[in-house]
């Protein structure tokens, strides 16, 4: 099995149905998405400012996939102004 059909596989196992940016963010190193996630959470913990975080966290168009294998504590920074954020990883 190749690495594009075990994140296949894999999202599937967790009830995504991945596109083409899921399977080239795992197949990558997904420092850029990872980068996105954590300095949005930062901006909520430290200044307080969901609004622009989650405007910040858009405009990066990571998907549903992407997302949920964020970081559970930076994803839950989120939440108050994006309920549908994925539950992420712990």
Do not use: T
Request: aromatic share 8%; hydrophobic share 40%; charged share 25%.
């Amino acid at each position: 099995m190749n690495d594009k059909e075990q994140v296949i596989n894999y999202l599937r196992s967790r009830g995504l149905e991945p596109n083409e940016g899921d399977i080239k963010f795992f197949c990558g190193d997904g420092s850029f998405e990872f980068g996105v996630v954590w300095a949005c959470a930062r901006i909520v913990e430290l200044h307080d400012q969901p609004i622009i975080a989650n405007d910040v966290l858009n405009e990066a168009n990571l998907s549903q996939g992407e997302l949920s294998l964020m970081p559970s504590y930076d994803l839950n920074f989120l939440r108050s102004e994006n309920a549908s954020l994925p539950d992420g990883i712990e």
